[in-house]
């Protein structure tokens, strides 16, 4: 009869299931709006409302678990600036100034506070959005702190260089910009948004409530670096639930 060595088979029982826990998804960051773990107690004055007056947000919670890419002012900044807070008496985030970016380079961008681990192969963004505007909405992967230097993908529905609604989703950003998907505006709805980033492969999954979006080959995708948002004169619109997970 051939001798079994136990303690071999234990350390490959070991290594077996060591390499199945490193194979788990790690979710690095949740945001629900919900309380304060997620916004300031005290109320922010929105900037916009200096011009906008009862046509705006009066006042906000500003967030906690996420970067603001410039020092948000009420007093000093001007009007233009973004506003991303969680408006009272909800559990939702709203983007309520005029997104820093009234014929402006959009420098007003939030990010996530949960840095996307340098070795991380895949990860997933989920969030649900509720597009309020026909303005360009962007989302950010693999971007600095401040919201720049990373993929750029987005979307609009109003007819480039004009203010007309139309019920197509117009592809921003700078990977892939010019792109129409008759019919896929998904505005004035809440919809599930799931971006998959194989970094290996450098390809974005893009899904809408679990339908195809858009996929693409980025070749300036970046390992490590923050998830983040940023709009350029759209305003109004909300997210809530936003999770990172490490996939591998």
Known sequence: MKKVSVVGLTILCICGFSK???????????????????????????????VYKTNSLLEGHLLKKWHYGWNYSYFEGDWEQA?????????????AGRSGAYRSQCPNRIT?????????????????????DNDQIFYL???????????????ENQLPGTDETVLD?????????????????????WVDVRI???VEAKR?????????????????LKRGGYF????HYERSTRYDDVRITVLE
């Open 141 to 155: 992967l693999g971007a600095g702190k401040g919201g720049f230097d990373g993929v750029e993908i987005g979307y």
């Open 20 to 50: 199945l826990i490193q194979a788990e998804p790690q979710e690095i960051f949740f945001d629900d709006f919900n309380g304060e773990e997620s916004y300031e107690a005290e109320l922010t004055k929105n900037a916009t409302s200096k």
């Open 169 to 189: 989703a117009y592809i921003r950003g700078n990977v892939i910009d010019g792109l129409i998907l008759p019919g896929r505006s998904y505005l004035g709805e």
């Open 204 to 220: 974005i999954d893009w899904t809408m409530n679990g339908e195809p979006f858009i996929s693409l080959d980025a070749h300036n």
């Open 228 to 231: 983040g948002i940023y709009m």
């Open 112 to 132: 996530a506070k949960a840095v996307i681990p340098d070795d991380a192969k895949k990860y997933r963004i989920e969030l649900k959005q509720f597009k309020a």
């Open 196 to 198: 998959d980033v194989d």
């Open 83 to 95: 506003f991303y807070v969680v408006e009272p008496g909800t559990s939702e985030m709203i983007q």
